[in-house]
């Protein structure tokens, strides 16, 4: 879902690369 793309990376299951 794009809305999961922009939340941040907290709340997605997912880490961001950057982080």
Known sequence: MEVL???PS???H???PDR
């Open 10 to 12: 907290e709340h997605s």
């Open 5 to 7: 793309l922009k939340e």
């Open 14 to 16: 997912v880490p961001d």
